[in-house]
T-cell receptor, first 116, second 115 residues
Framework: EAGVAQSPRYKIIEKRQSVAFWCNPI?????LYWYQQILGQGPKLLIQ????????DSQLPKDRFSAERLKGVDSTLKIQPAKLEDSAVYLC??????????????FGQGTRLTVV | AQSVTQLGSHVSVSEGALVLLRCNYS??????LFWYVQYPNQGLQLLLK??????LVKGINGFEAEFKKSETSFHLTKPSAHMSDAAEYFC?????????????FGKGNQVVVIP
């Protein structure tokens, strides 16, 4: 089975520029997560989708970050404008979560963003 | 909201020695717990998971963890460290469908294996 696909793997941009990341989850996985992982820290949940609806975006800086999951499959995460502190690895994960089943999240390789 | 605490960001262990990584959870009811491993420039890979079926859970690469409700802990162990175990390890917690499947991570432990 194909894993979670993310692109690009690496991105370098200047502050105040915009950037977008793409994620294709494992086929059939209803739940999709975007995490931000700053160097030396654990992943921090930015946004969680169930199909194409948002379940949790409480830690998403909505003044500059946005995400969508059209048709409940692929997802994009956008930053506009970027700040230096946005330098991090952005991880996408997905899980198959029917009722009563404890989900196991599968992760992509991540996108390493450097803002200069 | 549920959370996990991992103390000590860096852990050094001699090759062949016991690996012990500590994880304590905070939750009003017993949660579901995971250990993930991350190798350099890679995503996170599941090592093992606790889903209430058994308190002692065996995972991949010789790792195991024991759920102790009285101590609110889920510590990860491996009897004999190998050089290939050098990586970052994360404990994670979810309440499953009762918590919208939200998955929260600890800060991680960077394991260094000394030859």
């Amino acid at each position: 089975e194909a894993g979670v696909a993310q692109s690009p793997r690496y991105k370098i941009i200047e502050k105040r520029q915009s950037v977008a990341f793409w994620c294709n989850p494992i086929s059939g996985h209803a739940t999709l997560y975007w995490y931000q992982q700053i160097l030396g820290q654990g992943p921090k949940l930015l946004i969680q989708f169930q199909n194409n609806g948002v379940v949790d975006d409480s830690q998403l800086p909505k003044d500059r970050f946005s995400a969508e999951r059209l048709k409940g499959v692929d997802s994009t995460l956008k930053i506009q404008p970027a700040k230096l502190e946005d330098s991090a690895v952005y991880l996408c994960a997905s899980s198959f979560s029917p009722g009563g089943y404890i989900p196991e999240a599968f992760f992509g390789q991540g996108t390493r963003l450097t803002v200069v | 909201a549920q959370s996990v605490t991992q103390l000590g960001s860096h852990v050094s262990v001699s090759e062949g020695a016991l690996v012990l990584l500590r994880c304590n959870y905070s939750s009003s009811v017993p949660p579901y717990l995971f250990w993930y491993v991350q190798y350099p420039n890679q995503g996170l890979q599941l090592l093992l998971k606790y889903t209430s079926a058994a308190t002692l859970v065996k995972g991949i690469n010789g790792f195991e963890a024991e759920f102790k409700k009285s101590e609110t802990s889920f510590h990860l162990t491996k009897p004999s460290a190998h050089m290939s175990d050098a990586a970052e390890y994360f404990c994670a917690v979810t309440m499953g469908p009762y918590g919208n499947n939200r998955l929260a991570f600890g800060k991680g432990n960077q394991v260094v294996v000394i030859p």
